[in-house]
């Protein structure tokens, strides 16, 4: 069989001729259009092609000139197949395209059939004879009258399906359903060529029309039929149906018909369901058919078509109505959702601008930088045209502006209310914020008071004033204003008050840690007053024990000095200068052993002073430290320099003298630790006018180095106990002491220091009144007659030096080694019927101490006096702390004067035996 390719634009024309020849067996091929077919032509080289002539894209006139451009498929048999072009026509065009085979849609199968054979040359050509001329006239004849007909018939038929296009055209640019339904029944009446026509339809399954319009019915009885039933009568069944119906001779039985009371009287009628795929809404009714006694088949079927078309619009009307409110509400919605959106926006930007501001006032801890952040943060980003924040005085019933904004500055001068400004209340109508409530003023203009038509004349209309409150307490109010009156909406009220209530909960956070502050820093103090005082206690609590030992050494060299000044007279005037720089040093560490109670306990007045001369103490001073200042530095190669400039004639000052050599060289030493690498040592002494209104003259004492120097802190430090810059090497206590000397001599010291470049201590001292002279204790002084003396201590070495002292002075002295042996030794002496004169005991001694001692001696001889000896006599004196059945006490170490002063003074007031027995 041949491959043949069918080539038409409509899918129903392929289908045919598809089936039709595949029952022959050919092989069958597709296309759409010419240019689809030319090259399928070519791929796959088909026998015959049958085409179309009028297709899109590529025609068949234009497909045949190239396929015979083509040399491969040139000679490819070829059918026409138009139904588009008059028979002579198409032969005319098929023979310029070389196509000689021609059907005329629609055609017979027979016709194709034979065609497609002649044109494979399977069928052989037979000649059909030509009719006679008179069966053309009659056949032609016929066939005019036929065609006449039918043309009336389409005629008609196009008029009235054009109306009928006409009418749905304009029914369905319809929204409303009632005007739907009177147009509907005056086009329909028309269209069918009805007397009258009604059109009756419910939106719901209820049973009564709601729609019911007429045409063709004067008004009258239009108005006396009413809204008819849809479920009663004919038309009632026809929609129970679900069809349509066409009556005639009504006359005859027109009540079994149960039409409408006052229905207007008709010979025949047709009805029509409007209907949609969905449900029946009702029905059109036609009365009387103009020009004939009964309605065609033809009215039935275009009111058919009419109704279904109605039922359609009427069911999208109702949908458009239903989707209008929809959308309508949807709108509403969206514009509900979209309000609540922007109003959810705000808020969040509210709350995230209220985060933004706690977090920053969280960091800052003082007033007037929480206040400036609140400010600026609601002009920057609320935004105000004017903002500041006012403190309450509930006392004064005032506001006290305390800070303004920056970009307000200019409305706050306008106000007179700058920063220090003051607002009354009670003429301002801000009692109730002050009361804990907010304030909001629409219009400034509309309120009496002065301070809200003060910002009315600035042009501020719309105010909030928000109270600042911490636990239950106004203590201040922000106010906020714009220019726009009713500007402030009720989220930004809210939001205001919100803020407040974090401010005043910052400002009184702020207020708490200042106080909390101020407390810990009180605290501070008082701890490190306690622990310096602890530490203080317990560095006496050592030096009691350190004193004692130092006392108990330095007792011996103190007597042996003193013996050898006074009993030694062929001595050198070098040994006798030597003996006296001794001396003074064994009073200097004495004083400074005394001094050490200072640190635990307050210092007692002096029980000695008197004139001292500065430009002594200096000399003094310079030899003591000599090994400190010159020999030391020189072993490692330093060389320092020593410079006095001691002015003549300076007034004496009233004071210690051990004090101040010991201050002067605790000041030497710290400048020689000053000057590691060398330098010079300056020492100075001169008489100014105090700046005094007195003009009292004064005594001026200067140290200065070139070494180091200190810095600011350093120096404001260098005077507080156990602060040292020297690491291990210092204590911390040196300029500690020296300041100690100065403020218990009444004088005042400066300090002058920079860094690299060197530190100058001057001390001033008030000099001493003219009228005060220098006083020395005057020894009682007795016939010397030789006393039988027993002394009691635990360190054999003064034992010795004592016993030598006095045994020199032609006194019988008993040595005992200890409290226990001391005890003994008077027993045994008292047993032995042997009195001793006097009694001298060391008060610290193991075992047995010196009040034990002094009670048994008194047991046992209470006229026997008793003189106790102890590194801290001088305290226990001055404090009233003598121990029960001592006579007197004496201080080591112990001076040889003072000695024979005790021992004559308690000799006069007892009664003791002068000798053994």
């Not at 989220?491 to 400002?507: I, T």
Request: charged share 25%; with cysteine.
């Amino acid at each position: 069989m041949a491959k043949i390719l069918i080539v038409d634009d409509y899918a129903a024309n392929r289908e045919f001729l598809v089936t039709l020849l595949a029952y022959k067996g050919h092989d069958l091929l597709e296309a759409n259009d010419g240019a689809e077919a030319l090259a399928r032509a070519r791929s796959t080289l088909p026998d015959l092609i049958i085409t179309d002539i009028l297709m899109p894209t590529m025609d068949g006139y234009e497909f045949i000139r190239q396929l015979r451009m083509d040399s491969a498929i040139a000679n490819t048999a070829v059918i026409f197949c138009t139904a588009d072009y008059h028979e002579r026509e198409a032969h005319r065009l098929a023979k310029s395209c070389g196509v000689t085979n021609l059907l005329i849609k629609p055609c017979e199968p027979e016709l194709v059939l034979h065609a497609v054979d002649a044109a494979l040359g399977l069928a052989t050509e037979t000649l059909i004879p030509a009719p006679p001329e008179e069966f053309d006239r009659d056949h032609l004849r016929l066939l005019t009258n036929k065609l006449s007909q039918k043309t009336a018939e389409l005629q008609t038929v196009n008029q009235r399906l054009a109306a009928l296009i006409d009418i749905s055209l304009q029914l369905a640019s319809e929204s409303d359903p009632q005007h739907l339904f009177e147009k509907v029944c005056h086009s329909a009446r028309a269209l069918i060529g009805a007397r009258y026509c009604t059109v009756a339809a419910n939106d719901d399954a209820g049973e009564i029309a709601e729609h019911f319009f007429t045409s063709g019915i004067d008004a009258g009885t239009a108005l006396s039929v009413g809204k008819p039933s849809l479920r009663q009568g004919v038309l009632g069944r026809m929609l129970a149906e679900g069809g349509s119906c066409r009556l005639r001779d009504l006359e005859k039985d027109a009540h079994s018909l149960a039409l409408p009371t006052h229905f207007p009287p008709a010979r025949c009628l047709l009805g029509a369901p409007i209907s949609s795929l969905k449900r029946t809404y009702g029905w059109l009714c036609f009365g009387d058919k103009l020009g004939s006694d009964e309605f065609s088949e033809e009215d039935e079927r275009l009111a058919t078509i009419l109704g279904a078309q109605v039922g359609r619009m009427y069911e999208n009307v109702t949908l458009y109505a239903k989707a209008q409110s929809y959308a309508a509400d949807l709108e509403q919605e969206a514009r509900k959702r979209k309000q609540t959106q922007e109003s959810l926006q705000a808020q969040l930007g509210r709350l995230d601008l209220l985060h933004d501001i706690t977090r920053a006032i969280g960091e800052r801890q003082d007033l007037l930088s929480i206040f400036q952040v609140v400010i600026r943060s609601l002009e920057d980003n609320l935004p105000v045209e004017f903002g500041c924040i006012c403190l309450y005085e509930p006392i004064e019933q005032v506001l006290t502006v305390t800070s303004v904004g920056a970009r307000s500055g200019a409305l706050a001068r306008e106000l007179a209310l700058t920063a220090g400004a003051r607002v009354p209340i009670n003429q301002n109508g801000l009692s109730l914020c002050v009361q804990g409530q907010l304030i909001y003023e629409s219009n400034t203009e509309r309120v009496p008071f002065e301070f809200p038509q003060r910002l009315a004349h600035a042009g501020l209309r719309a105010l909030v004033v928000a109270p600042l409150q911490a636990e239950s307490t106004v203590f201040g109010v922000l106010i906020a204003a714009r220019k726009q009156p009713e500007s402030f909406s009720s989220g930004d009220c809210e939001f205001l008050r919100q803020l407040s209530k974090h401010v005043a909960l910052a400002a009184h956070q702020a207020q708490l840690y200042v106080a909390l502050q101020g407390a810990y820093e009180d605290l501070r103090q008082s701890q490190q007053a306690v622990m310096q005082q602890e530490r203080l206690r317990a560095l006496g609590q050592m030096a009691s024990g350190v004193a004692h030992d130092i006392n108990n050494a330095i007792s011996p060299v103190a007597l042996y000095t003193e013996s050898l000044l006074e009993l030694e007279t062929n001595l050198s005037d070098r040994a006798r200068q030597y003996l006296g720089t001794i001396r003074r040093a064994i009073e200097d560490v004495a004083q400074t052993v005394s001094r050490m109670r200072e640190f635990y306990r307050p210092r007692e007045p002096e029980l000695l002073s008197g004139r001292i001369d500065l430009n002594q103490i200096v000399e003094q001073a310079v030899e003591f430290t000599r090994v400190r200042w010159k020999d030391v530095p020189q072993e490692r190669g330093i060389v320092i320099d020593l410079y006095k400039e001691l002015t003549a004639n300076l007034p004496d000052i009233v004071g210690t003298e051990s004090e101040i050599r010991d201050a002067l060289t605790n000041l030497i030493f710290n400048a020689v630790d000053a000057m590691p690498d060398g330098g010079k040592l300056m020492l100075r002494t001169h008489a100014t006018a105090d700046r005094t209104e007195h003009f009292a003259e004064t005594a001026q004492l200067e140290v200065s180095d070139t070494g180091i120097g200190m810095d600011e802190v350093t120096r404001r430090r260098c005077l507080e106990p156990f602060f040292t810059t020297k690491g291990e090497r210092g204590t911390g206590l040196g300029l500690a002491m020296v300041y100690g000397m100065v403020e218990r001599h009444g004088a005042e010291i400066e300090i002058e220091s920079t860094a690299g470049v060197g530190t100058t201590v001057r001390i001033i001292f008030s000099a001493a009144p003219a009228t005060l002279s220098a006083t020395t204790p005057q020894a009682l002084q007795m016939p010397i007659r030789p006393l039988p003396i027993l002394i009691v201590d635990d360190d054999p070495v003064i034992l010795e030096s004592m016993r030598s002292t006095l045994e020199s002075d032609g006194h019988i002295v008993t040595a005992a080694d200890g409290g226990k042996a001391g005890i003994d030794a008077f027993i045994s002496a008292q047993e032995r019927n042997q009195q001793f004169a006097v009694v001298i005991t060391d008060l610290g001694m193991p075992y047995v101490d010196g009040r034990k001692v002094a009670a048994t001696v008194k047991a046992s001889s209470p006229a026997t006096p008793v003189i106790l000896f102890t590194g801290w006599g001088q305290h226990l004196t001055t404090d009233n702390e003598i121990p029960a059945h001592v006579d007197r006490v004496l201080n080591k170490p112990p001076k040889l004067a003072e000695l024979r002063s005790a021992i004559a003074e308690v000799m006069m007031k007892g009664t003791a035996p002068s000798s053994m027995a």
